[in-house]
């Protein structure tokens, strides 16, 4: 699966919003962007797009930022892909082609509806339960 730099920026930003959820403030674009390397720009654009789709929710001012309009539990990654890449579609011009070429896209759709599948069974949570988990495992010397 290709995932756009977009894509994955949009997905970093997500899951710091569901690590801070429920803590009452708004998160920063600038502790986002500086978190994970990302063009506070960028960042902006995405969030914006993530916003008009109702799956964050902004404050202004000073103290102001970004925080989930949802629990983190009820997020999928298929939900935050969906967003940013719009609809997938897989079906090739080889379809219309030969039996060969129509079962080769038939295997092509087989396999997006498995990666679709699996990305909606990802949830945010999971995903910070993940990073807290190898946060702990990790040793210093």
């Not at 500086?34 to 902004?58: C, E, T, W």
């Not at 970004?66 to 719009?86: C, F, K, M, N």
Request: proline share 4%; with cysteine; net charge negative.
């Amino acid at each position: 699966m290709k995932v756009s730099a977009k894509t994955e920026y949009a997905c970093l930003a997500m899951l710091d919003l569901a690590a801070s959820h429920g803590r009452g403030e708004p998160v920063r674009i600038r502790d986002i962007a500086d978190h994970h390397g990302i063009p506070s720009r960028f960042l902006v654009q995405i969030l914006l797009q993530l916003k008009g789709a109702g799956m964050v929710n902004s404050t202004r001012g000073a103290s102001g930022g970004y925080q989930l309009s949802r629990e983190p539990e009820e997020v999928s990654l298929a939900d935050v892909v969906s967003v940013i890449e719009g609809p997938r579609e897989v079906a090739t011009a080889a379809a219309a082609g030969s039996p060969v070429a129509k079962v080769l896209a038939g295997v092509w759709n087989e396999i997006s509806a498995a990666e679709d599948a699996h990305l909606r069974e990802i949830t945010l949570a999971d995903l910070v339960d993940r990073a807290a988990d190898q946060t702990r495992d990790m040793y210093y010397i």
